[in-house]
C-alpha cells in the first residue's frame, strides 16, 4: 500500500461496518492461531494490527508507537499478561481500549483486577462479539456515530497457524521440561485446543495442568500431550 493510500484509509472515519476504521491495534499473543483469529476480526472492523509474542516484544512495540486497542493474552512465555495490563491501565496517557484474553475463565478476573477494560474468552470467533468488546469502551465520541446492525460473521484462521503453534510445543518439549515450563505448555496448549476446537488435545491439556496443580505426577499426562501433537503433526489433522 503507498503512503498515499495508507494515509487516507487510515484518516477514514468510523462506518458501521467497519467501526474500528483508523484504529490500530496491538495484541499481544504468543500463539499464532489466536492471533491469526484476531487478525481477521480486526481486517473486517476496519483496524490494522500489531502483534506481539511475549512481554519483550511488546514493549518493544509500545516503546515507538502508542496503539488505539491492546489485546493482551493473559498467559505468556515471559510472564504474566497482568503484569502488562496493569502497567498499561497506570500509563498516562492510557490507551483507548484494554482488554484481556485467556482460554481459561480464571483470566477474568486477573485481567479485571489488574486494570483491564474488559475480556473475551477464547475462542473468538464472533466478529459481532469483538466488536461489542471493544465499542463498549470505546471514549465517547469514538467509534460509528450511525446505528449498526449487528454482523453474524465468524472467522476461522488458518490450519497452517495451529500446525505452527504445534511445532512451537513440540520444540519445548524436546528437552525435560520443569515445573514451570510444564505450566507453560498446559496453559498454551489448552488455548490453543479451545481456538481449533481441538477437545482430545484440549483435555489432555487440562489433566496436565490439574496433575500440577494437585502436586500429582505428571509422567503419564506429558507422555499424552506429547503424543497427540506428535499425531497432530505427522497427519496434519484438520480440526
Given amino acids: 500500500m503507498s503512503d498515499d493510500l495508507e494515509r487516507y484509509v487510515l484518516n477514514r472515519p468510523p462506518s458501521p461496518d467497519r467501526p474500528l476504521q483508523g484504529m490500530t491495534v496491538l495484541v499481544v499473543e504468543d500463539s499464532r492461531f489466536a492471533s491469526e483469529a484476531i487478525r481477521l476480526l480486526c481486517l473486517r472492523s476496519g483496524a490494522r494490527i500489531r502483534r506481539a509474542d511475549t512481554l519483550a516484544s511488546a514493549h518493544r512495540h509500545l516503546a515507538v508507537y502508542r496503539p488505539s486497542i491492546m489485546i493482551v493474552d493473559m498467559g505468556l512465555p515471559d510472564g504474566s499478561g497482568a503484569e502488562l495490563i496493569h502497567e498499561l491501565a497506570t500509563a498516562n496517557p492510557r490507551v483507548c ?10 483470566g477474568r478476573d486477573l485481567a479485571l483486577e489488574a486494570g483491564a477494560d474488559g475480556f473475551i474468552a477464547k475462542p473468538i470467533e464472533s466478529l459481532a462479539q469483538f466488536q461489542q468488546s471493544v465499542l463498549a469502551h470505546l471514549p465517547v ?37 520443569d515445573g514451570q515450563t510444564l505450566d507453560y505448555i498446559a496453559q498454551f496448549l489448552s488455548g490453543v485446543a479451545q481456538c481449533a476446537h481441538d477437545y482430545p488435545l484440549e483435555a489432555a491439556a487440562v489433566s496436565l495442568a490439574n496433575s500440577r496443580a ?11 500431550v506429547a503424543g497427540i501433537v506428535q499425531e497432530r503433526l505427522e497427519k496434519r489433522v484438520s480440526i
Fill in 214 to 224: 494437585h502436586g500429582r505426577g505428571t509422567g503419564s499426562d506429558v507422555a499424552r
Fill in 141 to 177: 465520541g469514538e467509534g460509528p456515530t450511525k446505528p449498526r446492525a449487528l454482523p453474524t460473521e465468524t472467522v476461522a484462521p488458518d490450519i497452517l497457524a495451529f500446525q505452527d503453534d504445534l511445532s512451537h510445543i513440540a520444540e519445548v518439549m524436546q528437552d525435560t521440561p
Fill in 97 to 106: 481500549v484494554l482488554l484481556g484474553i485467556s482460554g481459561d475463565e480464571g
